[in-house]
């Protein structure tokens, strides 16, 4: 493959050298699409799941941030209902009891963890989830519930939690009597309380119950509890409330102390029958009322069924029997006894319990979400049908190797390190089978292959720590400089901090050296065997963000919340020595010297105070270069913020125009600096001028969040993390090197990739509609040409030829103006070659030969542009070039007499039968055919000579 080595570092050279004369804008595109790879054998974090009652076919999953997906089979599969709204953070869904037809939705995920999206109100749909009508409270940002009046769909209640890192007056129980044209807000507390709960009496629809949480997230701390949370009830429909906690009521109910997240609800089979799950300081997990909220009894005080307030206390009761009843929590207990006792694990599901559903017309069908995805029971709980054909998965950051086809290796949250592939040579792609687990437990983070070694795969998790494994043995070996795993407590306690999402570098220079960021930069130059740290404390070491991250009433120390520590690392391709690191406190530090003297660069650098340093790029153009993301939503700003700094940091320029949403990465392009892409919260962006203005680039997907972004070195393939739907791939994006430099007025043919001659496989039969199967890309060499607006020189064509410059293959080219994507299977086409063939019918079913091909495109005969196409032979195998040379010419031969028979006999005599079987059998070899299918070939190119001979005699000269 030493070829392609030479060509990429060629078209490398010419780029960088490559002026830049205009700013580009982003042209509509054909043909040229993001594939989704999944995985989807593993989801993400469900948020809310809800069914038609009755009907086991059609039922809702809401996700964190992958959107809502509808199924109308049982789960068979599923549609995307909801990409073309604003937010793919689904929060709450209700379907009217009146009218399944009618369906609201809240975005913004209502568990305020540490990487939760956000929302941008309410929609409702009139067509069972067709089509969706935004219908205001956009500034709510997340809900926990809806509840819509049993008899009128118009009459609907939300209950929103509102920001989650910053306080908010637009917090608590809103109402609409006119289906969501207009909306009051019927319960505020203050502007750190919002709606957790709410549920509304079955009968007499005047009784509302409704739970306010009291709680502020902060990057550093997370306050679940507060005097504002309680549990209330409205027996006017909302006009007025009693704050049932209130301990002067002396009812029962814990009041006395802190209250934190609350739920409540209301038995349809006995509406005298209501359950509330209290977060409290006091002792009690579970309380119960037996005679319509009157008084209320503590019935289980086993924190298990709530083990993590903030991020579960959610309860169900089923629909025939008041004392059955669900809690989800890390995991799903079930009771019989009025929850006064609950076993533990129903049935095999995944942890972390968010999301649950019960047909209230047979109990027995339950659905159930969590940090897994979904699945669906049919025997309450006792067995499990897990949903896994739903690309769901939240990935924080992508790599890949250089295998061929090459792999991507990505970590999950709540799923550890898994290894796939980004394509298969072979009839179908990708399923949850090709994917290959490589991390016991963790959120899996950073994964790539080392570039020396590509069986060698480094990866961290949320602990801080680094795994090596090499695949040719499986066995993970943990190398981490700090080898204490997290004590519990706070940051303080700790020698080292590490951030949830620590940060490793490989040294562009040195693919031994590897950096990893904690509070202190370290460096390893063996692989992460032995450490040593080039630096002091990076960050601010301030120790107010170093306290314990939970309370008051719960502790939730998980490292979610450890702050002052480095968030990113790049050392500059072009000096060596010269390491820039970011914080999540705002530092920006810099040396010159590989640790030696650090230079902290943080009162040159605008934008928000203590800002988190999301990423850092030393670029290739300039040691000078330096290029900083601010991502500050973590103190509720939700800004835009990348600065571009031309003299080392001394002074900065802010390059944001036409982003939207705050920003979790940048990637400058390896071969052409000036073409930059950038992960926001609100999809992928890219720009051709270094960042002066930016152009969305999700293009049909929805949008999503870009945590990480990859182009791999060979292939030119843009490889997103998001964490929402898994892995996507833009298939060769070399074409956008180009466009910032073409005139207009006429087309350009842009670029092209070079292909391999493989044969795809068939290796799976029928698997039925349940299987995700992530598409390949289509097969065969790209070409990529642009039509502009004003196209003053007609319309061209592209043609294929050989290095004899005979040709083998023609386009008509598609006229309308924008960037269009042509696929060369490597077939060939016999009729433009040979004027005896009027029609080619077997054309583009053999392949041509490894080699070099050109692609021109024309206009009236008239050369505009040319390149080159290399068409190299399958890497995995050994086959001598001159075999399947030899293989092609005597295909070709057998291919030129079936086509000329057919134009003399089209009634197919049995020679032609003949000889189009033995064409099936051999036009796919890479090696030459065996010696009874050589002897056949030329024994039939013989009787087919023949025949055509005398069919030209008598024909007067044929």
């Not at 949903?387 to 924080?396: C, D, T, V, W």
């Not at 075999?883 to 197919?908: F, G, Q, W």
């Amino acid at each position: 493959m030493h070829a392609i080595l030479f060509k990429r570092i060629r078209e490398l050279v010419l780029l960088i050298l490559m002026p830049v004369t205009g700013v580009c804008q982003l042209p509509d595109m054909y043909n040229i699409n993001w594939r989704c790879v999944g995985p989807a054998h593993f989801g993400g974090r469900v948020t809310c799941v809800t069914g038609a009652p009755g009907n086991y076919k059609t039922y809702f999953i809401g996700t964190a941030a992958g959107g809502l997906f509808r199924t109308s089979n049982g789960g068979t599969t599923f549609s995307l209902v909801f990409d073309d709204t604003n937010s793919p953070s689904i929060g709450a869904i209700a379907i009217a009891p009146s009218d399944n037809n009618i369906i609201y939705v809240g975005t913004g995920e209502g568990d305020p963890r540490n990487d939760i999206s956000y929302g941008d109100g309410i929609y409702r749909s009139d067509d069972g989830g067709e089509a969706w009508l935004h219908i205001g409270l956009e500034n709510t940002e997340r809900f926990s519930s809806i509840v819509i009046h049993p008899d009128d769909p118009d009459i609907v209640y939300a209950a929103a939690m509102g920001k989650a890192w910053s306080e908010s007056s637009d917090r608590g129980i809103y109402k609409s009597i006119d289906g969501g044209k207009s909306w009051a807000r019927i319960l505020y507390v203050n502007n750190t309380t919002g709606a957790s709960a709410l549920s509304i009496h079955p009968e007499n629809t005047e009784i509302i119950y409704a739970g306010m949480y009291d709680y502020l997230r902060k990057p550093w701390h997370f306050r679940s509890g507060g005097s504002g949370s309680g549990l209330y009830r409205s027996e006017d429909a909302g006009k007025t409330w009693t704050l049932l906690t209130d301990p002067s009521l002396n009812n029962g109910l814990p009041g006395e102390k802190l209250l934190g997240r609350i739920d409540v609800d209301i038995s349809s089979a006995n509406p005298d029958v209501i359950y509330s799950m209290i977060e409290s300081q006091e002792d009690g997990e579970l309380w119960r009322s037996d005679n319509a909220g009157k008084t209320w009894a503590m019935v289980n005080d086993d924190h298990r069924i709530n083990n993590r307030p903030f991020y579960y206390t959610t309860l169900f009761i089923s629909p025939e029997d008041p004392y059955k009843v669900w809690a989800l929590a890390g995991s799903l207990y079930y009771s019989e006894d009025g929850g006064e006792n609950f076993s533990r694990n129903r049935g095999t599901t995944f942890g972390d319990h968010h999301a649950f559903w019960i047909d209230p017309e047979d109990p027995d069908h339950v659905l159930n979400g969590c940090d897994g995805g979904a699945s669906v029971s049919f025997d309450r709980g006792t067995s499990w049908t897990y949903l896994n054909n739903i690309p769901m998965a939240q990935a924080y950051h992508v790599g890949f190797d250089m295998q061929y086809p090459y792999n991507i290796y990505s970590g999950f949250q709540d799923h550890e390190i898994w290894k796939g592939p980004s394509q298969r040579w072979a009839q179908t792609g990708s399923t949850g089978k090709d994917w290959t687990r490589l991390r016991d437990m963790a959120d899996g983070m950073n994964a790539f292959a080392h570039p020396s070694d590509n069986n060698i795969i480094i990866y961290n998790g949320h602990f801080g720590d680094i795994t090596k494994t090499d695949l040719r043995t499986g066995e993970e070996r943990f190398i981490q400089p700090y080898p204490i795993g997290p004590s519990g407590t706070s940051a303080a306690d700790e020698k080292y901090r590490f951030n949830w999402d620590s940060p490793i570098a490989l040294s562009p220079h040195n693919p031994e050296i590897l950096y990893y960021g904690g509070n202190v930069l370290f460096r390893s130059d063996d692989r992460g065997e032995t450490w040593k740290i080039i630096s002091p404390d990076l960050t601010t070491n301030d120790p107010d963000k170093m306290k314990l991250s939970g309370g008051p009433i719960s502790p939730d120390n998980t490292r979610a919340e450890y702050h002052c520590t480095i968030v990113s690392i790049a050392e500059s391709p072009v000096k060596q020595g010269l390491i820039i690191v970011g914080t999540d406190d705002g530092n920006l530090q810099l040396t010159e010297d590989n640790g030696k003297t650090w230079k902290n660069l943080s009162d040159h650098l605008p934008g928000p105070v203590s800002g988190w340093i999301s990423e850092v790029i030393a670029s290739r153009i300039s040691e000078n270069r330096i290029y900083v993301s601010i991502d500050q939503h973590r103190l509720g700003d939700f800004g835009s913020y990348i600065f571009r700094s031309d003299n080392m940091g001394l002074s900065w320029e802010k390059i944001t125009e036409g982003m939207k949403s705050y920003v979790h990465c940048v990637k400058e392009d390896p071969m052409y600096p000036d073409l930059l892409f950038a992960g926001t919260e609100r999809g992928i962006f890219v720009s051709f001028n270094s960042g002066d203005i930016w152009h969305s680039l999700n293009m049909g997907i929805p949008e999503l969040p870009v945590y990480d972004i990859q182009i791999h070195p060979r292939e030119n393939d843009l490889i997103i993390a998001t964490h929402g739907r898994g892995i996507y791939i833009l298939d060769d994006i070399s074409w956008m090197r180009k466009i910032a430099d073409m005139e207009n007025g006429r087309p350009y043919l842009l670029s092209t990739r070079d292909a391999f001659r493989y044969i795809p496989v068939s290796d799976r039969s029928r698997q039925g509609d349940d299987i995700y199967i992530a598409p390949n890309p289509q097969y065969g060499a790209f070409i990529n040409y642009f039509i502009p607006d004003s196209n003053t020189v007609g319309n061209p064509d592209i043609f294929i030829s050989g290095g004899d410059n005979n040709l083998i293959w023609q386009f008509s080219t598609d006229t309308l103006p924008g960037m269009h994507r042509l696929v060369w299977n490597l077939g060939e086409d016999l009729s433009l070659s040979n004027e005896d063939i009027i029609t080619d019918r077997y054309a583009g079913r053999h392949k041509m030969p490894p080699g070099t091909y050109f692609v021109t495109l024309s206009v009236d005969s008239r050369e505009l542009d040319r390149k080159t196409i290399e068409v190299f032979p399958d890497p995995r195998n050994d086959i001598p070039a001159g075999n399947t040379k030899e293989c092609y010419l005597l295909v070709h031969e057998l291919a030129l007499r079936m086509n000329m028979l057919l134009n003399i006999s089209p009634d197919d005599p049995v020679i032609l039968s003949r000889m189009n079987w033995l064409y099936n059998q051999v036009r796919k070899n890479s090696d030459k055919p065996t010696p009874a299918q050589e002897y056949w070939i030329r024994m039939l190119i013989k009787q087919a000579d023949d025949m055509l001979k005398n069919w030209g005699e008598t024909h007067n000269g044929f």
